[in-house]
């Protein structure tokens, strides 16, 4: 049980993530990915006559109870795993952090800028709506996720996967490196 | 119900995503800074995980437990992988969470990002709307 509570390494976490893919694959012919539930969403939520939404989602369900078991895992690792310790990040991560001006580093996010009294900031709402915006936006033009592509579709070795996956770890190290110490300062 | 199982794998996703801390925004600021190896682990010993287990349905040719052939869907190239891959990659490291984490970080108590899913939702809806005008 002490092993539960305490973060869990890499070594462990990886492995347990990849088995995702043979366990969806062999209990219902499913490929793991998961931001085609947000399109989904918008099928059964605001169609609005838009083609790309025009389908059956109802046959596509499965991917939304996928989701709400990630919500309920979530909870359960939270409430009774203390999931929600201080993250240890390498302290030269966290000094350049706190020089952009990030304060808090209690939790697994940064509530200086995640809360919902940042909402109604010009920060926050980069953060919490902006950045959704295009993580949504760009998830469903790329056709797919961190476990769409750089998961299910590269160890099924689809290049298209691939290609997406360098385009993923670019766009966030142009963020990380050259736009996001401006963010962080607004 | 037939999607309950489906629940069930989604649970225990959500619960390694948290306790591995994936879904800390810290996390990816240090993986996108180069600065731990934790997150290239994760992704990369994932990926070999599921490689070997694909080759090993395929090889053996095991059947689901319905007794069907397994599918995997073959992914067409089109520039939508690079432009939309761009965009996700710079959206990624504001959120610090991919689509998965969102929905952890929700139930994770982080209530707020419930606003930030609502805001992928409407880009997944924005890029419908505007698809046949994108380039792909």
Redesign the interface.
């Given at each position: 049980m002490d092993f539960l509570k305490q973060p869990w390494p890499w070594y462990v976490a990886g492995p347990l993530i990849g088995l995702v893919v043979p366990a969806l694959l062999l209990v219902g012919n499913k490929t793991f990915g998961i931001s085609a539930s947000l399109r989904h969403i918008c099928a059964a939520c605001l169609p609005a006559n838009i083609s790309f939404f025009k389908y059956n989602w109802k046959n596509e369900s499965w991917n939304l109870f996928f989701a709400a078991g990630i919500i309920l895992g979530g909870f359960i690792a939270t409430q009774y795993l203390s999931g929600n310790q201080p993250v240890n990040i390498n302290p030269q991560t966290m000094a350049l952090l706190k020089q952009q001006g990030v304060k808090n580093f209690n939790g697994l996010l940064p509530s200086d800028i995640f809360s919902f009294k940042q909402l109604f900031t010009l920060r926050g709402f980069v953060f919490i709506v902006v950045g959704g915006f295009m993580v949504g936006f760009g998830t469903r033009y790329a056709g797919g996720c961190t476990s769409g592509h750089a998961i299910m579709g590269i160890s099924s070795l689809q290049w298209p996967s691939m290609v997406a996956t360098c385009c993923f770890m670019i766009g966030g190290f142009v963020m990380t490196w050259f736009i996001l110490p401006y963010l962080l300062q607004l | 119900m037939?999607?309950?199982?489906?629940?069930?794998?989604?649970?225990?996703?959500?619960?390694?995503?948290?306790?591995?801390?994936?879904?800390?925004?810290?996390?990816?600021?240090?993986?996108?800074?180069l600065?731990?190896?934790?997150?290239y682990?994760?992704?990369?010993?994932?990926?070999?995980?599921?490689?070997l287990?694909?080759l090993?349905?395929k090889r053996f040719n095991?059947k689901?437990?319905?007794g069907?052939q397994?599918?995997?869907?073959?992914?067409?190239?089109?520039w939508?992988?690079?432009?939309?891959?761009?965009?996700?990659?710079?959206?990624?490291?504001?959120?610090?969470?991919?689509?998965?984490p969102?929905?952890?970080?929700?139930?994770?108590?982080?209530?707020?990002?419930g606003?930030?899913?609502?805001?992928?939702?409407?880009?997944?809806?924005?890029?419908?709307?505007l698809?046949d005008k994108?380039p792909h």
């Open positions: - | 037939k999607n309950i199982k489906y629940l069930f794998i989604g649970l225990l996703f959500g619960i390694v995503l948290v306790k591995s801390q994936v879904v800390s925004w810290f996390r990816i600021q240090e993986m996108f800074r600065q731990a190896f934790h997150m682990g994760i992704i990369g010993s994932a990926i070999i995980v599921a490689l287990f694909i090993l349905i095991i689901t437990l319905s069907e397994v599918i995997i869907p073959t992914k067409k190239f089109n939508g992988n690079v432009y939309g891959g761009l965009i996700f990659g710079l959206g990624w490291a504001i959120t610090g969470a991919c689509p998965g969102l929905f952890a970080q929700i139930g994770g108590g982080f209530l707020v990002i606003v930030t899913l609502l805001s992928a939702i409407a880009g997944t809806w924005v890029y419908g709307l698809r994108l």
